[in-house]
């Protein structure tokens, strides 16, 4: 009968510095659609920040007053603005579906003392927080809710 | 400098989860109602004129909104940078892309508050 092997028995005699080599980004990674998203994904972050400080902007102004806030909503037609307003719903929308149907089923705690539910009823569950906080939220910008 | 963001780490986290999260939830109602329907023609624009943009705003809960629509991104777009930045090779640079993104998501943040208390 075999015994089991020490858990360090090939450690090197001396502790000494990693000799891994630091992680470097494939040079194929466009090709790789994995990393691709995984990319993007991190590449939404330029969107969040730059739709932060327009919202930042939009309450700047309703603090000014109703002439700046007239001002603001009326640049908003602008087509730049336009594109960066899609741009940031198809980065909310990759976001959203990624963290909330894809990571965020896999990362619940294990081992407390919350039952682990199947993932596709946490998938389920935060979708239909999601679509229903943005149909009220939705809703009451538009008018058609609320005073 | 690297050491003050380890430290910071827990706080960090805690924001780009928080931006992640209720960030993206906030922000697609947003983005769809004043960024998109309302320029577009698709909502009338007296739905948000500011009388009533006003007293939407201004009560404790429009607040808190707000704060929340504004900051929570800018952490999420913050660390999201960084990491960015150390997946393409950054690991150098890393220290000072940290410092650099988290001091513009903080500096925003403050003017955000400033920007919801005068309302």
Not at chain 2, 64 to 73: D, M, T
């Amino acid at each position: 009968m075999t015994r089991a092997a020490h858990p360090e028995a090939m450690a090197p005699p001396k502790k000494g510095p990693t000799r891994t080599a630091p992680p470097r980004m494939p040079g194929s990674w466009w090709g790789a659609p994995r990393i691709r998203t995984y990319l993007l994904f991190g590449a939404t972050g330029v969107v969040y920040f730059l739709a932060g400080t327009v919202v930042l902007h939009l309450v700047w102004a309703l603090g000014k007053g109703p002439d700046a806030w007239a001002t603001v909503m009326a640049s908003l037609s602008h087509p730049l603005y336009l594109v960066f307003h899609a741009l940031t719903l198809i980065s909310v929308l990759f976001v959203g579906i990624r963290a909330f149907g894809t990571m965020m089923p896999k990362m619940q705690p294990r081992g407390g003392p919350l039952p682990v539910l199947a993932p596709g009823l946490v998938r389920g569950l935060i979708y239909s927080a999601w679509a229903a906080l943005t149909l009220v939220f939705s809703l009451i910008l538009a008018g058609k809710i609320g005073s | 400098m690297k050491h003050l963001l380890l430290k910071l780490e827990p706080i960090i986290w805690l924001l780009f989860g928080a931006g992640l999260s209720v960030g993206t939830m906030l922000l697609t109602g947003f983005v769809l109602v004043v960024g998109l329907a309302i320029p577009m023609g698709l909502v009338p624009s007296d739905a948000l004129d500011y009388e009533r943009a006003h007293a939407l705003a201004s009560n404790g809960f429009g607040r808190l909104v707000l704060l929340g629509l504004i900051a929570l991104p800018l952490w999420k777009g913050a660390h999201h940078v960084r990491s960015l930045s150390v997946d393409f090779n950054g690991g150098d640079r890393d220290g000072a892309v940290g410092v650099l993104v988290y001091t513009a998501a903080a500096l925003c943040s403050l003017i955000a508050i400033v920007a919801v208390v005068r309302l």
